[in-house]
Each structure stands twice: as C-alpha cells, then as structure tokens.
C-alpha cells in the first residue's frame, strides 16, 4: 500500500499530514522518507531534480500537496524517488525499488529517515499486486533514531479502472498495520488507492487510520492533475488544491504535532 509517499506508498507514523514514525509515532496522513538526501529549495517555484536524475511527472493531490517523481541514473534500475511540496515548500522525500518497496523515506523538516531491513517475512511485490490481484507483506524499517517499526498489510485490485486527467489507473483497496518493536500497535490504516502499471508506482487515494491513542482521521490524497515534460504545471511546486480546508484545520495539526512529540520523547 503505498510503500514509499506520504501518498507514495510509505511507512505514515513519524510525521503526521506533513506527509509518514517514515506518511511522530501517530496519525500521519497522507500522504506519504540523509537529512537532505538531496539539496531542495523549500520555497522554489519549480522543481529542479538533482544531478543526473529525470523529472517524470508532476502531480497535483487533494489535501493539499504537489508531488515531484523522478528517477536518478546512479541507482538501481528500477529505483524512483518522490518529494511533497507543501505550502511550507519541501516536506517529505522517498525512494521506492522495482517493486515498490520502502527503500528509504525522510521528513524533510525533521531530518528523520527511515530505511528497509532485508530479509523481511514478505517483502512487498508491485508485480505480485498486478499479476493475482493481491499482495501481502510483513516487513520491518529501522529511523535514524535507532527505532524499529513493523509493517503488516495487504493490497488488493479491485478491478475497478478509472482516468484521471486523462491517465489509466486502478483502483486498490490496503490494509496495513504498523507496530513497535515491542508488539504494540502505532497505527492501523486502510482504504482506497491508485496504481499506474505504466509508471509502476502507487498513488493516494481517500483512507481512515487510527492511532494508539484512539484518534482517528479521514483523508483524501488522490492525484487530480498530471504534468508531463513540456506540459503546464511540470515542476511546480505550489500546491493548488483542498489547501484552504488545510489551513481552517491547521491549529488542530498542530495539536496533534505536539501530542505526537510528547510521546517519542
């Protein structure tokens, strides 16, 4: 499910709706992880990608975010990386394998990164997903912090196609549960996503989760325009919508932000 944005298929604990303890132990939104792997403008107007990488898409989500998905010649073929803008300018990065896999994610904000542990119980698997229809996975992620999380879950098609701004997507529905190294469960998550399997990436979609203390939080991160090289809005990193409902709720996020410090501390 996401496993690499904020919206992209990441670990949503350490940072709440700022995009996740990898989309703070806690809510986290959606919606999707060194400090700055890569030097980012935080207020740029447009994205500019590092050195030797390529600028694929640029998307436009609900709940306020931009993203920016590029690949780097450098990495393992396969590989692709994804940075959130927000109003706040650069707030979330993560790179993803050829299956989707967690490879590592970093708030940008606070310079806590989180990568994959090898040898996991099930590794997540893209071409599982697109191959039967469902793919479970069982696999651990280590912060820079020195803590552990666990991630248990499952992605399923629910062959249901759709277009959105003119690209074919399908629709999946994710459960996923992230627990302590100690067994305690952090968050539940579950809901509604997209895939491309032409771009071979996950893209957000509407979710409930459920943190440990009981609170709970509905989100809508679904793509709503895609900018291709040469097209309007390639690289911009102003995000366009649902960002004055972000603001009505900003005192609220920030409350949670301060629950959520509490507690790793």
């Not at 900018?227 to 920030?254: I, S």
């Amino acid at each position: 499910m996401m496993h690499g944005t904020y919206t992209d298929r990441t670990p949503r604990v350490h940072s709440l709706r700022a995009l996740p303890v990898a989309r703070a132990l806690a809510l986290a939104a959606g919606t999707a992880g060194l400090l700055t792997l890569f030097a980012l403008p935080v207020a740029a107007a447009n994205f500019t990608p590092p050195e030797g990488c390529r600028l694929e898409i640029t998307v436009q989500n609900r709940g306020c975010s931009v993203s920016q998905h590029y690949r780097c010649s450098g990495d393992t073929p396969g590989d692709q990386w994804v940075t959130y803008f927000t109003r706040e300018g650069a707030t979330y990065q993560s790179r993803i394998d050829k299956e989707t896999r967690w490879m590592e994610s970093t708030d940008l904000r606070s310079g806590l990164v989180d990568v994959l542990e090898e040898g996991a119980a099930d590794d997540a698997s893209f071409s599982t997903l697109a191959a039967t229809g469902r793919d479970d996975f069982d696999f651990w992620t280590r912060s820079n912090n020195g803590e552990r999380l666990h991630h248990v879950g499952e992605d399923r098609l629910t062959g249901e196609t759709v277009q959105i701004d003119g690209v074919p997507l399908e629709v999946t529905q994710f459960e996923l549960t992230t627990y302590s190294e100690t067994g305690d469960v952090l968050i539940t998550r579950k809901g509604q996503q997209f895939i491309s399997r032409a771009q071979g990436r996950f893209y957000g979609g509407v979710e409930t989760s459920e943190d440990w203390t009981g609170a709970r939080q509905e989100t809508n991160d679904s793509p709503v325009t895609f900018a291709f090289p040469g097209q309007p809005g390639f690289g911009a990193t102003t995000p366009e919508y649902d960002c004055d409902l972000q603001m009505v709720n900003g005192r609220d996020a920030d409350a949670v932000r301060q629950l959520l410090k509490g507690a790793r501390t």
